[in-house]
Every structure is written in C-alpha cells, then in structure tokens.
C-alpha cells in the first residue's frame, strides 16, 4: 500500500506550486502512470480522498491517464506492446528490445477554478 | 479554467534524497545492495551467509528495514557487523531518508560495502531508490516459478536474482529453468544465482561476484 505515500508526495508538489487560495479550487490533478509503474489507480484514488478528507482540496480528483508498456526492438526496429511486461518484440519475436514507456509516476497538471467560475 | 503546468515526477523528493545519499557513498567509495524479495524468501540468512563469508575480506555495514522489531538487526550483530535497525512501524517500503537518516548511526569510515535489508514485499520497494548501486532481488523455490511474472517491475528493477531455497527443489513443484526463463523475459539482463543457506551451496559464487563488483575489478 505505498500508494498512500505516493499520495502524500502528490500533495507535497500541489503545496509547493499552489498557493492557499489556488489549492481551495483546484478541480483536478492529472497524473500519468505507466502500466509497469506498479501502482493501483483504485488504491491511489482511496488513499488521495483520505488525506484530503477536511481539507481544501477535498473536491478535487485525480484524473489518471495510464501509460502502456512500449519497448522498442532493436533488431527489427519497431515498436510493440504487451499487458505484461514482457521483455520480448511481438513484431519479430526478438527479446533485444528496450522499454520506451510504462514506468511513468509524474503529476502532468492542475486545473484551477478561476475564483469567479468557483463562486457560481 | 486555467489549467497549470507542472510535470514534475511524484517521487522526485526521494530521488533527490538518493542523489544525495549516493554522493555520500562516492565520497566513501562505499558499494551499497538493496536487497528486497518477498517475507520468507530469505534474505536475512542470505545475508548472514554472505556476511560470514566477506567480513574477513572486506569492512561490510548492515541497515536492516522492518515492519516491526530488531530481530534481523540482532541476528546481524552476532556476526560483530556495524547494523542499525530501521522499523517502519507499518510502513511497507524504505524510503532515501529513512536511509539517510540511518546513516548518520554509522561510521562510514573504511567501510566498503553496505547492505541494506529492504521490507519484505515484492511490490513497493521496487518504486523507491536508495542511492543504491543495485538491487538484488531474492526469490525462493518455494515462491512458485512463476513470481517475475507476477511482480515485474521488482525483477525489472533488479540487477541480480537469486534464487534461494534450491536444497527444496526435490520437494516443490517450481522449476529452476522456468523461473529463470520468467525472470529473464522481463528483465535480460539480470544476472543469476542459485542458492541454499542449508547446504551453502551457491553463496561463494554469489558472494565473490559481489566482492569483485565492490572492488571494482569488473
């Protein structure tokens, strides 16, 4: 359940970008999260809603695009995917190949009310 | 709506910390392993083994990470190895200040290897560097042949396998080849041992390679 430090961790970069008013309308915080990053959206969204439980970012969600595993080949040169990590070219089915994407762990952006749309 | 930029990596707070503590190693010439695998595959009697067979050779330190207790820390001791205890208290991983702040309980001075005994858990510690110069992942037979597919990113993440437990071999149904073969689909490079803290066998291989890694004579 490390999912709750990497929450903290989210909150500790929207408290050094944000100031206090901004944080009270933030609408979301979108995150990319690599397939293999070895992390659970559900248990990163729980663990998010518990620490901002009273606080002033309570209304906010975390918008999570997943990332899939890429790896490039480097014998045929192409690029490919599989659900499972694998090490392995589904193009020539050579396991030379390095991962170009699925590790990702980053906090992209954050969307803020503007005060007069938070106040309608 | 005003959406803003941020692009930052979540876990940059611990990375920066393992620069650090890296750079603490490099100003020691200290070589550091982290050693993680699941609860019960091992390590601490990896790591005993390993111990008894390079502190005549070499100035090794210990960090042991818990859960809860000092066990592990106790049992390092009696080998009259430097070891200090970190317990998490619930905490499933170790993090770079934790580490960091461990440190400064050590006389780094003419010590040339440290290890650092991560939490048993084949899933958190994979995300969180250390300042390590790499991390050894331990998976015992009677794991099942099948645990690198099942948690990738820790054998990804890894620079060494190895395989404990081989006395049981006769008595599970996990196959050294498949393991191997599973271990190796998700990360070729990974370079493997096999080994018993029953018979010994195997933990001179293991041990001499990781004595020439701290060495530097590879």
Known sequence: MHELSIAQNILEIVAERLTADQREHVKSIKLRVGEQAGVVAESLQFGFHALTESTPLQASVLEIERVPFVVQCQKCGGQSTNDAGIFFCSLCNSDNVRMISGDELEVIAFEVFDEKEATI | ?218
């Not at chain 2, 620069?19 to 790591?47: C, E, W, Y």
């Not at chain 2, 110069?133 to 099948?146: C, L, N, P, W, Y």
């Not at chain 2, 597919?149 to 620079?159: I, Q």
Request: proline residues 3%; contains cysteine; hydrophobic residues 45%.
């Open chain 2, 1 to 218: 709506m005003n959406v803003i930029t941020v692009e930052r990596k979540i876990l940059e707070k611990n990375d920066e910390v393992a620069r650090q503590n890296r750079v603490l190693f490099a100003m020691h010439d200290l070589f550091v392993i982290n050693l993680v695998s699941s609860p019960g595959s091992g390590k601490t009697s990896i790591l005993e083994y390993t111990l008894k067979h390079l502190r005549k050779e070499i100035n090794v330190a210990v960090i042991e990470g818990d859960v809860q207790t000092d066990l592990d820390a106790q049992r390092v001791a009696a080998l009259n190895v430097p070891v200090v205890q970190i317990v998490t208290k619930g905490g499933c991983h170790l993090e770079a200040s934790l580490v960091r702040d461990a440190l400064s309980s050590i006389n780094l001075s003419g010590v040339q290897l440290l290890i650092i005994e991560n939490v048993g858990n084949l899933v958190c510690p994979a995300n969180y560097d250390l300042g390590e110069a790499m991390k050894v992942v331990v998976a015992s037979t009677t794991e099942g042949d099948d645990k690198p597919l099942k948690y990738p990113a820790m054998f990804r993440n890894a620079s060494v396998l190895l395989i404990n437990k081989i006395d049981l071999l006769p008595y599970v149904d996990s196959k050294v080849e498949a393991l191997k073969k599973n271990a190796l689909s998700v990360n070729p490079l990974l370079q493997i041992f096999e080994t018993s803290c029953v018979t010994g066998e195997g933990i001179r291989e293991w041990s001499n390679w990781l004595l020439a890694h701290c060495l530097h004579q590879v």
